[in-house]
């Protein structure tokens, strides 16, 4: 059985050979169109004769870039590891300061990649291009590709399930790590953008575990529903609203998020916008997969509700309305939020943070403006824990049981753990100037409730003396209205006063 089938390999050797031959000698002495018909002949006929099939992604497509091309040189960039036979890697680097390499294939390496359990094999492929000298190219230019091949009988499965595959996952690498931006509104209607580059996670934020879960997946379920929010006939967009006292992390959360997401953040500043209209620009010139953040709300700028815009719009003249449009009303920002101008653009997510929930006009929190509503209560002894191993990479320490109890009676914010935590390098420094404010905040409590408590007793023992001297004094006016005071005088003659009180009690 193996005589017969090195003998058919022979035999389709040499007929290759035979065909190269005659497909050289056919270039040299047959006129074009008899040569190109031939090679369309003898093309056809090996493409009968083999097993594999090869698929050519170009670096460029005429004068463009081609976008497959790099997401092909970024997936196999992450499959590096898995080839170990390839002996020549091309490494470059864009960073000044070379900390991020990126590793690729060279020319001439082949690297094997299985997907669903097929086999696809990679081969880089450059050649020398010469220039048209009538076009001003005079000089060779090099032309890069990347080959795949594959059996015959996986050629569907490698265009429509193989190659987007790799187009999403290059995607997604992108995406990953792609530079975020942070953009202010300081100039009117425009944004200005610097570089994002806060590294708070959800790993190392100082949050339940239980509660940074559930938003970790709220977020994940809302970029993944982009068929869904279209089926259902709603903008693509989410809005959560962060609330609790200063100092519990929002600012760290909405860094987190956009870490997560690898969303830019835009930060907007409502003082600094002058009217709806300045308003609605800003908002559209958003980019899709975004993140708008308007910090302290209840207090950025005064927005009217709009029933009382429309009170003061009837009572007002032309001049005085002109005036009342210019301003950056209620309306104007819900109207951006959930109304017609929400569909401007894609995969965005608003956040809205405050100290008193309590002030907001309800209109701003129902479900579809403020979606989710995230409590950032005081630290926890979870979240201390988070804090402990962020600043001094531990995970228990002696003082841990008496902080921890400490934590549980007194309140304290996740930024004042921070701070005492960052002072001293040396742990067991940290951590007993931990205790300390814990301590000192224990008796401070102490003593604010003590006197508050006196202070409420006392108010109480008043206001039982003045209840006492009212019931005293009303049960005298009463025995004296009731009385006539008979006087007698010398020559037996009675003389009745009578004693008439006003509503005070005074004769």
């Known amino acids: ?23 050289s000698l056919a270039s040299e002495l047959l006129p074009s169109e008899v040569r190109d018909a031939l090679s369309a002949a003898l093309n056809s006929l090996r493409s009968r004769m083999t097993w594999q099939h090869t698929i050519v992604i170009e670096e460029t497509e005429g004068w463009s870039g081609n976008r497959v091309y790099g997401a092909v040189k970024a997936y196999l960039a992450t499959r590096i590891n898995a080839n170990i036979n390839m002996q020549r890697l091309r490494v470059s680097s864009i960073e000044e300061d070379a900390k991020k390499m990126v590793v690729s294939m060279e020319a001439g390496e082949e690297m094997v990649d299985l997907y669903e359990g097929v086999e696809f094999r990679w081969f880089l492929v450059t050649r020398e291009v010469k220039g048209d000298p009538n076009n001003g190219g005079g000089g060779a230019r090099e032309i890069r590709s990347y080959e795949v091949r594959f059996h015959k009988r ?22 990953q790590e792609r530079s975020l931006s942070i953009y202010m509104n300081e100039y009117g209607d425009e944004w200005s953008p610097i570089d994002l580059q806060h590294p708070s996670t959800f790993d190392t934020l100082a949050m339940d575990q239980k509660q940074k879960q559930s938003i970790v997946d709220d977020l994940d379920r809302f970029i993944k529903r982009k068929d869904y929010y279209r089926r259902i006939g709603k903008a693509w967009k989410r809005g959560y609203l962060l609330y609790g006292p200063p100092g519990t992390g929002k600012s760290s959360l909405i860094a987190a ?15 600094g916008v002058d009217s709806n209209s300045d308003l609605r620009r800003l908002l559209v010139g ?19 509700q709009r029933e009382e815009d429309d009170k003061e719009h ?18 104007g920002l819900l109207n951006f939020i959930d109304g017609l101008w929400s569909t401007s653009g ?20 129902r479900p579809g403006r403020m979606d989710m509503h995230i409590h950032m209560g005081y630290c926890t002894t979870e979240a201390f824990r988070i804090l402990a191993n962020n600043y001094h990479s531990i995970d228990y320490h002696v003082t ?6 400490l934590i549980e009676e007194v309140t304290v914010t996740p930024a004042e753990v921070a701070e005492v935590l960052m002072r001293n390098d040396n742990t067991d420094v940290a951590l007993h100037d931990l205790v300390e404010l814990l301590k000192l905040k224990k008796k401070d409590a102490t003593k604010i409730e003590t006197e508050s408590k006196q202070a409420e007793e006392k108010k109480d023992a008043n206001e039982i003396k003045t209840q006492s001297m009212q019931v005293d004094e009303k049960k005298i006016v009463d025995e004296i209205k009731t009385e006539s005071v008979q006087v007698e005088k010398k020559d037996d ?15």
Do not use: W
């Open 400 to 405: 841990y049981p008496e902080i921890e109890a």
């Open 493 to 507: 003659k009675k003389v009745v006063v009578k004693c008439e009180f006003t509503e005070n009690g005074s004769g």
């Open 154 to 175: 996986q050629k569907e499965k490698a265009l429509k399930e193989y190659l987007p595959f790799i187009v999403a996952t290059a995607k997604a690498i992108k995406d």
């Open 314 to 331: 009837a009572k007002s003249n032309s001049t005085e309305k002109k005036k009342a449009e210019d301003k950056v009303t209620l309306s």
């Open 286 to 304: 958003m980019t899709n997969r975004s993140i708008l953040v308007v910090e302290d709300i209840d207090c950025t700028i005064e927005l009217k």
């Open 346 to 365: 894609e995969e965005r997510v608003i956040i809205f943070t405050t100290n008193y929930k309590e002030r907001l006009d309800p209109a701003l929190l």
């Open 257 to 271: 998020i956009a870490n997560h997401l690898r969303f830019n953040i835009y930060d907007l500043e409502l003082t």
């Open 1 to 23: 059985m193996a005589p017969s089938y090195d003998k058919t390999i022979a035999t389709a050797a040499s007929l290759a050979a035979s065909l190269m031959l005659v497909r």
